[in-house]
């Protein structure tokens, strides 16, 4: 019996710092440089699920707009960003996370969308439906794990 | 000769395209039939701030998708215009008149009317697009139904009254009473929709050239319109398109026929001045 409430409670320890430390879109703390510091999940990010995250249609497609040479088996990047090549050569991690989280905080007016943002859109629409949506029930392009993933993933790109 | 140098320049750029994401705007020259030359690329018309040079989107196509607009036999667009002459031919309404028994052949009266819409409309003090014009002959001079803003049977029309405007400039006025709707077009285009906070400027002006994954991103012109798109294998009309690229920005779109995209077609109309009349084009 005791056993079995110390597993419990020792188990509420464990899963409660994921959830408390996950940082809502509204809250990401972006330095003058557009830098996230922290995960936005609490949590380290998985390389291999970002890849994936890059390169899947429904999820980030990433790819529509970048190529990377490292995931050449995914057809027809496109060129509308740059080649994220060597992007960890010319980026820290926590630059990175600002970049994917909300491009916007470090190009001004880029036409990268920001991943982890719920507010400030002209007509938002239910994904693409055509229709529209309520505000309140926008929810950001990618979850905050998602985000990380993609950091995991993207800090690898050394040339 | 200079044929075969231009097919395999087009095929050198194809195999890039696949290869690398460098996917330029082919050379390549439209005549149709054989008689009927197109300009595809010409000098932009005044008004435009940042773009020098303004290209159909038929230079962004595949070799394929290019052939198939050079013959009226292989463009399945020239279907509708068939069954458009039909339409125009046959009495509808109270008033027992057809299109043809007002406006004769299509041919001759309607030469040049695409080159011009949207445009200015005196009595509706209102610019219009060829659609609300067709509607107005239907419901004001037929005593017809008006036909669904961008159904088939109107689509149909419009790419007739294009057809026999093949090769002359289009030319909309964008300044008099046309000018505050012009304006408002001009703001639609540069406004970033949806939660990808996109404008039409971003894709059509700031990337056109580029891949957007599959897609190779074009001017986004409407002098090719309608336009027979081999994707949904039917003739497409400009809002239809407009509403798709809008959804495709995760935004709620304007309806066809809504006063936002008749102002959008006007300004993007506008941009065009100078490339030929192309509808019915054909387009992926």
């Not at chain 2, 050379?27 to 054989?34: G, K, P, T, V």
């Not at chain 2, 050079?70 to 309404?93: H, I, Q």
């Not at chain 2, 909309?172 to 929709?193: I, M």
């Amino acid at each position: 019996m005791k056993r079995a409430i110390s597993a419990a409670i020792a188990a509420t320890i464990l899963a409660a710092p994921a959830i408390a430390e996950t940082v809502a879109p509204g809250d990401v703390a972006y330095d003058e440089a557009g830098a996230v510091a922290a995960s936005l999940s609490g949590m380290p990010g998985n390389a291999e699920e970002g890849a994936n995250v890059f390169g899947s249609k429904s999820i980030g497609n990433c790819v529509s707009c970048h190529e990377v040479t490292a995931l050449a088996d995914v057809p027809f990047p496109g060129n509308v960003g740059p080649s994220l090549d060597g992007v960890a050569d010319r980026w820290s991690e926590g630059e990175i996370r600002g970049i994917v989280a909300n491009a916007k905080m470090t190009y001004d007016g880029t036409i990268m969308p920001s991943f982890y943002k719920v507010e400030g859109f002209t007509r938002p629409g239910d994904a693409y439906t055509g229709k529209g949506i309520a505000l309140d029930k926008i929810e950001p392009l990618l979850t905050a794990q998602q985000i990380e993933d993609l950091v995991a993933f993207l800090v690898t790109l050394k040339e | 000769m200079k044929f075969k140098a231009m097919t395999a320049l087009s095929l050198t750029l194809a195999v890039a395209a696949a290869g690398s994401a460098n996917a330029d705007p082919v050379e390549d020259e439209l005549i149709i039939n054989d008689e009927t030359e197109i300009v595809t690329k010409t000098a932009a018309p005044a008004h435009m701030e940042n773009i020098d040079e303004v290209m159909s989107g038929w230079l962004f196509r595949e070799n394929d998708t290019r052939d198939m607009q050079r013959d009226d036999f292989d463009n399945p667009g020239m279907l509708a215009v068939e069954s458009a002459m039909e339409a125009w031919e046959t009495a509808e309404g109270s008033e027992g008149k057809s299109c043809a028994d007002c406006h004769e052949s299509a041919e001759d009266s309607m030469k040049g009317v695409r080159a011009v819409y949207p445009k200015w409309n005196d009595n509706a003090e209102a610019v219009w697009t060829l659609e609300t014009a067709i509607n107005g002959c239907r419901t004001e001079r037929m005593g017809a139904d008006a036909w669904k803003y961008d159904g088939d049977d109107i689509t149909n029309m419009v790419a007739l009254i294009s057809s026999v405007s093949r090769g002359m400039p289009m030319n909309v006025a964008t300044d008099g009473p046309a000018a505050a709707t012009w304006e408002q077009g001009k703001e639609l285009y540069y406004t970033r929709t949806g939660q990808l906070e996109l404008s039409c400027a971003n894709c059509h002006e700031d990337n056109y050239g580029n891949m957007i994954r599959a897609d190779h991103l074009s001017q986004g012109q409407t002098n090719g319109f309608p336009a027979y798109r081999l994707k949904n294998a039917k003739l497409n009309s400009v809002h239809a398109r407009f509403k798709g690229c809008v959804r495709d920005t995760r935004a709620e779109t304007y309806a066809p026929g809504s006063p936002e995209f008749v102002a959008l077609e006007l300004y993007v109309a506008s941009r065009g001045n100078g490339l030929s009349v192309e509808g019915p084009s054909v387009r992926n």
